[in-house]
């Protein structure tokens, strides 16, 4: 089993900042993707961004050049900074992690936190 354990948001103003973090412990034998995704109320949960194991981070257009992934592959955790919030941005906000098998390299697993929910007014 492996936890995924999310801190920060909250409220803020449109042109804030927030910056929430995400810590994943259990039983894997490594993280590939780890990073965010967002739900709003009525709408698909969507890709905010993650970071691949060794490689780049990839952002959801909306997002690009506001937010920005750190991901401490180390301590398996991962930041999301977030500036120049807007309206838009509000939504509960989910950790994801695609966890390799122990013992089973090519065996992944998706798991998700229980969300953080951020609300960003005009």
């Known amino acids: 089993q492996v936890h995924l354990v999310e801190s920060g948001g909250g409220v803020a103003q449109a042109g804030g900042s927030l910056r929430l973090s995400c810590a994943a412990s259990?039983?894997?034998?490594?993280?590939?993707?780890l990073g965010w995704y967002r739900q709003a109320p009525g709408k698909q949960r969507e890709l905010v961004g993650t970071?691949?194991?060794?490689?780049?981070?990839k952002y959801a257009d909306s997002v690009k050049g506001r937010f920005t992934l750190s991901r401490d592959s180390a301590k398996n955790t991962v930041d999301l900074q977030m500036n120049i919030l807007k309206p838009e941005d509000t939504a509960r906000y989910y950790c994801?992690?695609?966890?390799?098998?122990?013992?089973?390299?090519?065996?992944?697993?998706?798991?998700w936190g229980q969300g953080t929910q951020v609300t960003v007014s005009s």
């Open positions: 970071v691949r194991e060794g490689g780049s981070a």
């Open positions: 994801y992690a695609e966890t390799v098998v122990p013992y089973r390299p090519l065996e992944t697993i998706d798991y």
């Open positions: 259990g039983s894997f034998a490594s993280i590939n993707d």
